[in-house]
């Protein structure tokens, strides 16, 4: 009696282990459903002889194919969390890339109408100044040719009168620079005063302490003394 055709193994989609399986499957059933005859008895327990170690050598593959599979599973699960974590790092840079994307977007409305309000202003302290030149021109401008401009303009001042006012201030290293020159001179005035209070007392000790050293000459008449 041949195997049936489940027994048959299929290369294409089975493993090797599973496959060596299935063969010795299919012999140990083509052994069990030969037919039993009398004189045929002594090549049957030969038979089941030799089964005895095709069932050992089937077990060991069955255990063998389950290890595997229980390895293959625990891969399986070890990726599919990893994936997982993948996945939900790159949703959150996702939302961190929106966010960030809407941030930029306000920024530039920002901008854009800051940049608006600024040149209406510009516009309006030009028209001002047009004005204000048109309606009262000075007399002494009006002879020589030039025309005397406002010294302020109302409302906001310009960006150009900023940038002169930036340039013009004095900057703190100037201011502390000058302050360190004040506060040298002062100490060498007050080095001065001390050095010329010191020398105005030494000069009339000088001249005591001499006068007491060097007693005063006297003339001596040698015919008094005769």
Not at 13 to 24: I, K, M, N
Not at 177 to 196: C, I, K, P, T, Y
Request: overall charge negative.
């Amino acid at each position: 009696m041949t195997a049936s055709p489940a027994m048959i193994p299929d290369p294409m989609s089975a493993s090797p282990l599973l496959c060596r399986g299935q063969e010795t499957l299919a012999s140990i059933g083509w052994a069990i459903d030969k037919p039993f005859d009398s004189c045929e008895g002594s090549t049957v327990d030969s038979d089941l002889g030799q089964l005895e170690p095709l069932l050992r050598h089937l077990q060991t593959e069955l255990r063998i194919t389950n290890c595997e599979r229980a390895e293959f599973e625990l891969d399986r699960a070890e990726l599919d969390s990893r994936i997982g974590e993948v996945e939900s790092r790159l949703c959150s840079q996702q939302l961190t890339n929106q966010t960030l994307l809407r941030r930029v977007q306000m920024l530039e409305q920002a901008l854009r109408l800051e940049r608006l309000q600024s040149e209406s202003l510009l516009c309006e302290a030009a028209g001002k100044r047009d004005s204000s030149l048109q309606k009262g021109p000075s007399a002494a401008g009006a002879e020589g040719g030039v025309l005397s401009l406002p010294n302020a303009l109302p409302g906001q001042p310009s960006l150009e009168d900023r940038l002169r006012a930036r340039k013009t201030s004095i900057s703190a290293r100037d201011i502390l620079r000058s302050h360190l020159r004040a506060e040298m001179d002062r100490v060498d005035d007050a080095f001065d005063a001390f050095g010329r209070s010191q020398n105005s007392a030494a000069i009339p000790a000088a001249t005591a302490v001499a006068s007491r050293l060097d007693p005063p000459a006297t003339t001596s008449d040698p015919l008094g003394e005769l």
